[in-house]
């Protein structure tokens, strides 16, 4: 769907207009993912990934049906696919930490990146010869394949794990403000937070950004920029896999060091004009992203008691979400005005500097507490 749009959008339109339709496309989600925490707390599981699957399906086929009406058509049913999607995120990691032993919750949120990958190489492949062929029927599977995806859901029966974790009958508001208060006391999860705001304003607007160089830069199509995300699914993988053979000790040393390297990698791709360099760059960058995504969730919920992880993992997606649009704004205008290559060394540049400041500030602290973590039982909530 997303190549589709990319495309679709480039052939007609400028760069700056793609990332106005990403920030026009993803602001509803923005706006409603922090309620979802508190909503995914409150509400079992099966209901809302039922809801958000069929929502989204319907989105998507309607994309398939209206996109050439222009771009603020694609835009609004964007908007509104990716709202649906904003409850499964912490929906889904109260249903895994519930059935899940903790020993295993580092390996578990590892598989979901390698999934993540496994699913960018799929949708790149069949995304670069479908939007090579018809954006009509690039919209149409992806909407055939969020159908097929909402069909094991229903096979799924009710069990503790999809229960509420929140049991009171309050406001929505104050669960929550709760969410925001107990931030005070998970100065770990703050942190892991405060860094996904920085990389949020500096790779906000990455997909526009590859976009932009396969095509612009590149001069390449739909399937060159298939092939980069095949690519950068691959390397997702390697870096995920990567990132379940460290010992816990090395988790936030890693952590730290997988920012740099991402962005020291994909500041020198902007540098390259050759697509094998520029794709070998590309894998660099996105295996030290596996191992962000690997350890991320992991390092985030590592203190967060079992009602607050809906909140928290919201609250993390809504802040890097919310700066991904300010960014992606932002980017509109800097890349009208400085050009791709600039903007693209500027920001490897400053993730280099995040990753730095992140272990300078709170990494390299928080060790001791992290390692206590994996020897202490989930803690209780407040």
């Known amino acids: ?40 707390d409150r509400r079992d599981v099966r209901t809302l990934a039922l809801a958000s699957m069929v929502v989204q399906a319907v989105s998507v086929a309607a994309m398939a049906v209206f996109f050439g009406i222009g771009p603020w058509a694609i835009a609004v049913l964007y908007g509104v696919q990716g709202a649906a999607n904003a409850l499964w995120p912490p929906a889904r990691q109260r249903w895994l930490y519930a059935v899940v032993p903790q020993q295993r919750w580092a390996a578990a949120n590892a598989a979901i990146g390698s999934v993540s990958g496994v699913m960018t190489i799929a949708a790149a492949a069949l995304g670069g010869v ?108 390697a870096g995920s896999v990567a990132a379940t053979r460290l010992r816990r000790e090395w988790h936030l040393p890693a952590y730290a060091l997988a920012y740099a390297v991402q962005g020291a990698a994909w500041g020198v791709m902007f540098l390259a004009h050759a697509a094998a360099l520029g794709a ?77 400041a992140w272990w300078g500030l709170n990494g390299h602290r928080a060790r001791s507490l992290y390692r206590e973590t994996a020897r202490e039982p989930a803690r209780p909530d407040p």
């Open 1 to 40: 769907m997303q190549l589709g749009i990319f495309v679709h959008v480039l052939e007609h339109s400028s760069t700056s207009v793609l990332a106005f339709v990403e920030l026009a496309g993803t602001l509803p989600a923005v706006l409603w993912m922090p309620f979802a925490g508190a909503v995914a």
């Open 280 to 356: 070998t760059f590309l894998a660099l960058m996105r295996v030290a992203s596996g191992v962000i995504i690997a350890l991320d969730t992991t390092i985030l919920l590592a203190t967060v008691p079992e009602g607050l992880r809906g909140r928290v993992t919201s609250l993390h997606q809504t802040t890097y979400g919310a700066v991904s649009q300010v960014s992606l704004g932002a980017f509109g205008g800097f890349l009208a005005a400085a050009g791709v290559t600039a903007v693209g060394v500027a920001t490897g540049a400053a993730s280099v500097l995040a990753g730095t």
């Open 130 to 237: 479908l939007s090579a062929w018809s954006i009509a029927g690039a919209f149409a599977v992806a909407a055939a394949v969020q159908v097929v995806s909402v069909v094991p859901l229903f096979a799924v029966t009710r069990s503790r794990a999809q229960r509420p974790a929140i049991r009171t009958r309050r406001v929505l508001r104050a669960d929550l403000l709760e969410g925001f208060v107990a931030m005070r006391e998970l100065p770990l999860a703050r942190s892991v937070i405060w860094i996904g705001i920085a990389w949020g304003f500096i790779g906000g607007a990455y997909d526009v950004l590859v976009a932009a160089y396969v095509t612009k830069e590149l001069h390449g199509g739909g399937l060159l920029l298939g092939a980069f995300y095949v690519v950068d699914g691959l390397a997702v993988i």
